[in-house]
């Protein structure tokens, strides 16, 4: 068998390295792939592919990208769930004997990206790893590599908890063992939406014991400490270089903070619509009023993992009241905090010796804003505003160091000069002198020659294969002193000369500029290197800003829309929310149109609310707003409401919308019986459940029969406050049976056949769910709406007709002492099955066209006699002769 060539030998066994990963080998001003990698990369990546000869009869398939577009092609394939692995020349390939050597220095995978462009300023980028102890024992690490930001915890109850937990971060990779992994995979709806899972069990103990205090480590229970050595081991293994900037592992228990199920996120839209899966639209969009990127992470985390300790809940909601108050404290801060830049990720590109000059300046020009915050939070009179501002490092020798060294304006670059001040090296300054007063030279030898020579057009030029040369056209050639013009290059319409004090001249230039470049690429690493030194001050700092940014934020959003502070209790029973509103719908509505609502969940207020009424009535966005309001409140912000009393609450399930799971399997009505089923295996006394249409999905027995067994489960046995809209009006019975639930309904008024919705929850139960006449409101063919009309009268007279024969046969059997009369109940009226659009029997009229409710409109008389009959007092041939008179009034119809 031929051999391949010495290149590809090389390239297959650096590929060895990374099997699961696109290997970009470079070659040249271009990365390469090769074999699988290349007809893949082809299809992704939509590019030409070629092929090459290796050694093989058959060619090679290959395609490439330009070296300097690299970062494009990477990003698109990372965002599909690749890895990609670069490789690099890692000796001078004019001093290599034989193939260049070549090593893969990095490979980036979706959860190690580090260019913060592409993922978004204001949105974390995780990699989180999983392990577990005893089967039974979670351990979690979530670390965001361009922040340094490293979140542990662990989590003893079953493998639900821990995709909760791990949804949280949204994490863009998990790694883990194979086994937890796929027990993650097959978890029904549970499996981590990321976008890789990728299989790990190294673990790096000495990165550990390295990166982190010894304290600090030690603190940590078996399986966090497992976790993070995962987590370390494949950051190594991936990035091949210093990890710094992690600094610390900040732990926390998992009960810290409100549990949020991915349907409950979703349901409620808190950082991305439903339907669009867009920011705007959702809870953090509304909130989002921060001027810092790294303010609009936290902020977002906040939203994310709302809290359960009221104390910490209470130094937030004191300083949004503090910053709500005062006007022009909170704009002064808005101001001030509008020059800070990404702090946390200036870091991470300082610690991984990425920052250019333009990321150390727009740290200068950060830290110079710092003295001004700090002065606006010890005025503000909030306490929790003045700790964070106490707790500002001005980090003023950082501040002065890149003052000095660095200039106002430098370029991207950090190779090519121009970087460092006049006046912070003396040598380099002498550099400087030195190729400025060569420059002046070579004008003033440009200006003599053609003195000298009598050509006007003679010129100096330079390029980097001859150098300096002098230039003049063919047509002068004569006209120039050969005896010190040497000839160098001969072009089409020029010729150019060198001549010995040029040459002499141009070694001192060219020396002194690669001197110059050299030196101020070297003083500037210094310059870098001292504040990589410091990074763990500018983390703490940027944290600090950070939470003195998102404050500001949710105080501005209160004052705009109006919300008011809540009250916080400890009594599980107290829920009290006084003209509440939806703050996204009333946001995005915008002409004050919203229709506040009262909640009242307590002892006599009952803590569950069975809601009827109509269709597009606002029930939903009724029962969400609730669920939104004490999300909020937890986050430490105000609410909309004219006022809110308000238990904490340790989780919230929602309900809402019917989806199916095809790929599962799984028909609507069975996700939503599994929802139901983690409602009831996880709600406590402390939880809100939202249940929207309970019951739709199977026959209208069962499903009234599952809905009444569930709202009874909840009640009696689980005891939480509990939202629950429903369209069988038949369970408004349970009121009566049920000491702490109450019925509700949403208003409706009626005129002639217009039917206007008022939004407006009110006491009571509700009749008819008017879902005819939404059909009409979203456009259905005028046929079909009568048809239905006339259809719906016909259904009710025929439950009329059943319920008076049954009460009759239930009288009669009374009088008979419990014996029913052998003479058989007339038949009931013959269901005839029509055409929808047939003229005959049943001739569509739009007279006949009506709201139940409206005088004239099908059933009509009916209704009327059946109201007007005594059943109670019915001997069993009245009932009888009643049954027959009925059925000729449905015969004439």
């Known amino acids: 068998m031929t051999k391949y060539t010495p290149m590809i030998e090389q390239y297959l066994a650096v590929k060895e390295q990374a099997k699961d990963a696109f290997l970009f080998f470079r070659l040249g001003d271009f990365y390469e792939m090769f074999f699988d990698d290349a007809i893949r990369a082809a299809q992704e990546l939509e590019i030409t592919l070629t092929g090459r000869d290796g050694g093989q009869e058959e060619r090679i398939p290959m395609c490439g990208v330009p070296y300097h577009a690299a970062d494009n092609y990477i990003a698109r394939l990372v965002e599909k769930g690749y890895k990609v692995a670069i490789c690099e020349q890692v000796e001078d390939p004019a001093t290599a004997k034989g193939v260049v050597r070549r090593e893969i220095v990095k490979i980036v995978t979706p959860g190690t990206v580090m260019d913060g462009k592409t993922l978004g300023e204001a949105k ?98 078996p399986v966090r400490r497992e976790a993070v050595a995962l987590l370390l081991g494949y950051l190594s293994e991936t990035q091949k270089r210093s990890l710094s900037h992690i600094t610390a592992i900040e732990t926390y228990e998992h009960r810290q903070y409100m549990t949020l199920d991915p349907f409950t996120r979703r349901n409620l839209e808190l950082v991305e619509t439903v339907r669009e899966r867009t920011k705007k639209g959702s809870l953090f969009w509304l909130l989002d009023r921060t001027v810092t990127s790294m303010g609009g992470r936290l902020l977002r985390r906040w939203v994310d993992k709302p809290l359960m300790n009221r104390a910490k809940i209470e130094e937030r909601l004191e300083a949004v009241d503090c910053l709500y108050r005062q006007l022009i404290v909170r704009e002064e801060l808005r101001q001030q905090l509008k020059d800070v830049y990404d702090l946390q990720r200036l870091v991470g590109r300082i610690a991984y010796g990425n920052a250019n000059g333009r990321d150390l300046l727009a740290l200068r020009l950060s830290l ?24 500002l490092d001005e980090c003023g020798d950082l501040r002065d160091r890149i003052a000095a060294a660095i200039v106002d304006e430098p370029p991207v670059s950090t190779r090519e000069g121009g970087l460092i001040r006049d006046g912070y090296d003396a040598y380099l300054d002498q550099l400087k002198e030195a190729s400025t007063n060569g420059k002046v030279w070579l004008a003033e030898l440009e200006r003599r020659e053609r003195e000298l020579t009598g050509v006007k057009s003679l010129k100096i030029g330079f390029n980097k294969v001859f150098g300096y040369y002098l230039e003049a056209s063919r047509i002068h050639s004569n006209s120039l002193p050969l005896d010190r013009y040497e000839r160098k290059q001969t072009l089409a319409n020029a010729e150019r000369y060198v001549t010995p004090e040029l040459k002499e001249k141009e070694a001192l230039i060219l020396d002194a500029e690669e001197k110059m470049v050299g030196l101020e690429y070297e003083l500037f690493a210094q310059v870098r290197q001292a504040v990589a030194e410091q990074l763990k001050r500018l983390q703490q700092l940027a944290e600090a800003l950070a939470a003195i940014d998102a404050l500001q934020a949710m105080a501005a959003v209160s004052a705009a829309y109006r919300y008011v502070k809540p009250e916080l209790t400890d009594a599980q029973d107290a829920l009290h929310i006084e003209e509440g509103r939806h703050p996204v719908v009333e946001a995005i509505l915008k002409d004050g149109a919203f229709m506040a609502n009262d909640t009242r969940m307590s002892g006599e207020d009952g803590r569950v609310l069975l809601i009827t009424g109509p269709n597009m009535a606002g029930k939903s966005t009724y029962m969400r707003q609730v669920a939104t309001i004490c999300l909020m409140a937890q986050i430490g912000c105000f609410v909309p409401a004219a006022s809110a ?35 009831t295996a996880k709600a406590t006394a402390r939880s809100l459940v939202i249940i929207d249409e309970l ?14 067994a569930v709202i009874e489960y909840l ?58 006449y939404c059909a009409r409101i979203a456009g259905l063919p005028e046929p079909i709406i009568e048809r239905a009309y006339t259809l719906l009268g016909d259904f009710e007279a025929r439950a009329a007709v059943r319920q008076a024969r049954d009460e009759a046969a239930a009288a009669g059997s009374a009088e008979a002492g419990g014996i029913v009369p052998a003479a058989a109940p007339p038949e009931e009226a013959a269901a005839v099955q029509l055409s929808l ?46 049954l027959f008179e009925l059925k000729q009034l449905a015969a004439e119809r």
């Open 124 to 221: 974390n980028n995780y990699l989180a790893s999983v392990a577990v102890a005893d089967g039974e024992t979670y351990g979690l690490a979530a670390c965001d590599l361009t922040t340094g930001e490293l979140f542990v915890t662990s989590i003893d109850e079953p493998l639900e908890t821990l995709l909760d937990e791990l949804n949280v971060y949204a994490p863009s990779e998990v790694i883990g063992g194979a086994d937890l992994l796929q027990a993650m995979r097959d978890f029904p709806g549970g499996s981590p939406s990321a976008k890789l899972l990728t299989e790990w069990d190294r673990q790096d103990w000495d990165l550990m014991r390295e990166q982190f205090p010894q304290a600090a480590v030690e603190e940590l229970t």
């Open 368 to 391: 110079e804003q710092v003295p001004a915050i700090k002065a606006t939070c010890a005025m503000s009179g909030s306490a929790t505003l003045q700790a964070l501002g106490a707790s």
């Open 645 to 679: 009393r308000l238990p904490i609450t340790d989780r919230i399930f929602t309900r809402i919308g019917a989806a199916d799971d095809l790929v599962g399997g799984q028909s609507t009505f069975m996700v939503e019986m599994m929802d139901i089923q983690t409602m």
């Open 695 to 708: 019951g739709r999905g199977t026959s209208t027995g069962e499903g009234m029969a599952i809905a009444q």
């Open 715 to 772: 009640h009696d046995r689980v005891g939480c406050r509990t939202l629950v809209s429903t369209h069988f009006h038949e369970l408004a019975t349970l009121e009566e049976t049920l000491g702490s639930l109450r019925n509700y309904c949403m208003a409706v008024r009626e005129s002639g056949q217009q039917v206007t919705f008022l939004r407006r929850l009110i006491r009571g139960a509700a009749s008819t769910s008017y879902g005819i």
């Open 837 to 882: 659009f047939g003229e005959e029997p049943n001739k569509l009229s739009p007279a006949k066209a009506k709201p139940r409710g409206e005088a004239g409109g099908p059933g009509d008389k009916l209704l009327e006699q059946l109201r007007a009959a005594d059943l109670i007092n019915m001997t069993p041939m009245q009932a009888m002769n009643l």
